[in-house]
């Protein structure tokens, strides 16, 4: 590869699910994501950050006919959303009072901070992490002092 060729971050990421409307019910209505995009019952396209979370019905997007290649995926996804460790609380009273059941809470190793896990409507796992999970790992991987 190019040495000067360099992928600058994550712009969109993708789940599935077959109910439309109860996933942007869930990541509207529970998790506050700004919906920007919907296409006819082929998927939503949600902002959050500078990036995207796109949600399709992969029934539809095996079908060839939007001028992208055909796509889908069978069984649960994962999504990972940052979170500030104070907010780590209120967001489980938040969930807990939408009904959403929490189904981990983990305590990373050497004071990384915890994360939260729960289900989306179509059973994909999200994640409510805190955004120095993985900063450690990433700085030794490109020789960065830690």
């Not at 019910?25 to 998927?43: A, H, M, P, W």
């Not at 009273?93 to 929490?102: S, T, W």
Request: with cysteine; net charge negative.
């Amino acid at each position: 590869m190019h040495r000067q060729m360099k992928l600058s971050h994550l712009f969109e990421a993708a789940l599935y699910a077959k109910d439309l409307g109860a996933a942007e019910r869930f990541y509207r209505d529970v998790l506050g994501l700004e919906l920007i995009s919907s296409s006819d019952g082929r998927g939503l396209a949600f902002g959050c950050g500078e990036a995207v979370l796109l949600v399709f019905d992969p029934e539809r997007t095996r079908i060839a006919d939007a001028g992208v290649p055909t796509h889908g995926a069978i069984g649960e996804g994962h999504v990972a959303f940052a979170i500030n460790e104070s907010e780590i609380d209120p967001w489980r009273r938040h969930l807990q009072a939408c009904g959403v059941v929490i189904e981990a809470e983990v305590e990373w190793p050497e004071g990384r901070g915890r994360s939260l896990y729960f289900r989306d409507p179509s059973g994909n796992v999200v994640e409510l992490a805190p955004p120095n999970l993985w900063r450690r790992k990433l700085r030794e991987n490109r020789g960065d002092a830690a």
